[in-house]
């Protein structure tokens, strides 16, 4: 079997402040195959987006408090890596997607020259042969009169170009992996479609491994492979995407799943997940998800669940799965 | 529905004048709506539905006399609103109100739970202090909140919270009429239907008549008696529930349709990808506003007007696709037309 893109054991992301501590990520483990999509799923605070910039190393140290026992990247150890030695792994071969396009792109620079400095830095290349590469970039995802855009400031594009710009500058060296982190929430509806589908497109013809984190699991449908659910911290299903739409084990991913709205949908109820997420500094004891949960028992309040396998396709942190067969419920 | 609508539009146009320019040259003007027309009846739920820039919070805006339109009418409960004196005006707002879409925003930091919620209270005089303090009780109970949250402040709840807050504000003077601006946009996806769910709770306690704006078709689906489907200022399509999910013709609405993600795995959906971007509402084309993007736009449609054409009761289409350009050429069978597009684009 061909080495993982990504393979990281234990992810441990505190944040020290002065009321407490805010326990952002407790021990996340994350494979990714080559040219395999994973979306990272849950709802804002569950600590999805410190882990992709963890992976990164974005997370600056202090104030936060990262411990990873195993980062393999493209068959490297990158745990010890150095912030110069970061660097020539961003942009080249890890490359980060962000969700505002406005707050990522610099708004005193064309956007052509902000994807051409990734040429320069990464490749030997003199400034024509990067410009030439830039317009190609931008041909790439779909911008029409790419050599006029490469001219323009991001405030003079649309909110879906300049997302595109995004993925121009991701794409542009053919990195091993990309971090897509809610790289569509910011955009209208149909911008919503055409963004996603350029993304895919891209992502399946040059096999590039991919990092979805979202909030929206509706987005994932149309992209993933296999779908992280993390909660307060911590995964608590893992699964592929056809084994949690259709068999979701967690109560809480059943939440998720309902939650999202549906053409199909006859009644005129919603369906909801009662009450919010816990505050990071007061999770509560036990499993995090038990004040929410319908199910919870006596021990669900005492003990945190170990994240064990159901079967090949799903793993699930959760001391009362749901959506089993009738024999093992009973056990 | 036989009843007087509560509120009625009749082509309402807003245009706000654009910075900058030649000087001593007319100003150049942006169309945010433009001849609009629709009533709302009492106890219905209005669905508005468009993306960003198709005027729907300037409609919404317009509907609760906070921006004049140049051309048109409002009419509210039978009285012009755009012709009250300001004594009128200011109580005949009372009976409508707003929720906004970012919560912590429209609340103010600096005011505890008491004042934020009682604020309209005060301003109207309505009722002495120890009344205030039980209304208040009464409405956080109602929105799901506890009495002793009153003298905490904005900051110290989540979205949903501070949403369910803003929400106890607008029914405090009990409205009859309540325009919501995408109230959950900005929440967290398992929140949205907790807030959506206690706003169809209100509406039937509490007899409130809603103007929901969304972008999102699921969801004004099963909440809305009536639907219209707005683009760069115009409306392409209005009808009942049924006509906009079952029977829609309008091909924006079919993109919009297409373009709601859904979680079922199993079936394989046709997706309508639009080309292009949403085009600047400042010198829109005369004809059809979305026939750059339309993927069966004809020669006719950037120059002819476009009327709004009854195809059923109640459901109207503005599109030289469905009913034919107005003079000579016969409207023809819409499905008909959908084939031959795909037999021609496979060709």
Redesign the interface.
């Known amino acids: 079997m061909e080495e993982p893109t990504l393979r990281m054991r234990k992810l441990k992301v505190i944040f020290p402040s002065g009321r407490g501590i805010i326990r952002a990520v407790e021990g996340v483990d994350i494979d990714i195959e080559k040219g395999e999509c994973v979306a990272l799923v849950g709802?804002?605070g569950c600590g999805k987006s410190v882990t992709s910039r963890s992976i990164m190393k974005l997370i600056d140290s202090p104030p936060a408090l990262t411990r990873v026992d195993e980062l393999y990247f493209g068959g490297k150890d990158i745990k010890d890596f150095s912030e110069s030695e970061m660097r020539k792994v961003r942009g080249k071969e890890m490359a980060m997607i962000f969700q505002d396009a406005m707050e990522a792109l610099n708004p005193v620079i064309t956007c052509g020259k902000q994807i051409a400095e990734i040429f320069l830095r990464h490749h030997d290349m003199d400034k024509k042969e990067a410009r030439r590469e830039t317009v190609k970039a931008l041909e790439l995802v779909g911008v029409?009169e790419p050599a006029s855009r490469a001219k323009n400031y991001p405030h003079e594009l649309?909110g879906?170009?300049r997302q595109r710009v995004l993925l121009a500058m991701a794409f542009a060296c053919m990195p091993k992996l990309i971090l897509a982190d809610e790289p569509t929430t910011s955009l209208?509806?149909?911008?919503?479609?055409?963004v996603l589908?350029e993304l895919r497109n891209l992502q399946k013809s040059h096999d590039v491994s991919l990092l979805l984190v979202t909030?929206?699991?509706?987005?994932v449908?149309?992209l993933a492979d296999k779908v992280y659910v993390m909660y307060s911290g911590k995964i608590v299903e893992k699964a592929s995407?056809?084994q949690l739409?259709?068999k979701p084990h967690h109560p809480y991913s059943i939440?998720?799943?309902?939650?999202?709205?549906?053409?199909?949908?006859?009644?005129?109820?919603?369906?909801?997940?009662?009450g919010?997420?816990p505050h990071p500094m007061r999770k509560p004891e036990g499993c995090y998800f038990h004040p929410r949960c319908n199910h919870a028992t006596e021990k669900c309040k005492k003990e945190m669940p170990p994240l064990s396998a159901i079967n090949d396709e799903s793993e699930v942190r959760c001391w009362h799965p749901r959506n089993m067969e009738r024999e093992e419920a009973m056990t | 529905m036989n009843k007087d609508p509560i509120i009625t539009l009749e082509n309402i146009t807003v245009d706000f004048p654009v910075k900058g320019g030649i000087p001593f040259l007319p100003k150049k003007r942006l169309q945010a709506v433009s001849d609009v027309s629709f009533s709302v009846f009492p106890g219905e739920t209005f669905g508005i539905v468009g993306?960003?820039g198709c005027g729907k919070s300037t409609l919404a805006n317009t509907m609760l006399g906070i921006v004049k339109p140049s051309v048109g009418e409002v009419t509210f409960k039978g009285k012009k609103l755009f012709d009250l004196s300001r004594k009128e005006f200011k109580s005949i707002r009372r009976d409508m109100q707003m929720i906004f879409q970012d919560p912590y925003s429209s609340l103010n930091p600096r005011f505890t739970v008491f004042q934020v919620i009682a604020e309209p209270m005060i301003i109207s005089k309505s009722a002495t202090e120890e009344e205030m303090v039980e209304r208040v009780g009464e409405l956080l109970e109602l929105v799901g909140l506890s009495k002793d949250d009153m003298h905490r402040h904005p900051s110290d709840f989540?979205?949903?919270?501070q949403q369910r807050i803003a929400i106890a504000r607008s029914i405090i003077l009990n409205p009859d009429f309540l325009v919501c601006d995408e109230p959950v946009a900005a929440l967290?996806?398992?929140?949205?239907?907790?807030i959506?769910?206690l706003l169809?709770d209100i509406q039937e306690r509490m007899d409130i008549t809603y103007v929901l704006i969304s972008?999102?078709?699921?969801?004004v689906?099963?909440?809305c008696d009536r639907i219209v489907v707005m683009y760069l200022g115009k409306v392409m399509e209005s009808g009942r529930s049924e006509h906009i999910?079952d029977h829609a013709k309008h091909p924006y609405t079919h993109?919009?349709?297409?373009?709601?993600?859904?979680?079922?795995?199993?079936e394989e959906r046709e997706?309508v990808?639009?080309?292009?971007?949403?085009p600047s509402p400042i010198d829109p084309p005369k004809g059809c506003r979305f026939y750059q993007r339309c993927p069966y736009a004809m020669q006719g449609c950037r120059t002819i007007p476009v009327p709004q054409v009854e195809i059923d009761s109640g459901h109207h289409v503005a599109c030289h696709y469905v009913n034919g350009f107005p003079e000579g050429d016969k409207p023809e069978d819409y499905d008909k037309r959908i084939e031959q597009a795909h037999e021609e684009a496979n060709v």
Request: no cysteine.
């Open positions: 709802e804002s029409p649309s879906g170009m209208d509806v149909t911008i919503q479609a055409q589908n909030h929206d699991l509706s987005v449908s149309n995407l056809r739409f259709e939440g998720l799943l309902n939650s999202v709205p549906k053409l199909s949908d006859e009644e005129s109820g919603f369906e909801q997940i009662p919010t997420v | 993306e960003s989540s979205g949903g919270q967290d996806v398992s929140v949205h239907a907790q959506l769910n169809q972008h999102n078709l699921a969801m689906k099963n909440i999910f993109a919009l349709l297409s373009a709601v993600l859904d979680t079922n795995v199993e997706l990808v639009l080309k292009g971007d949403i």
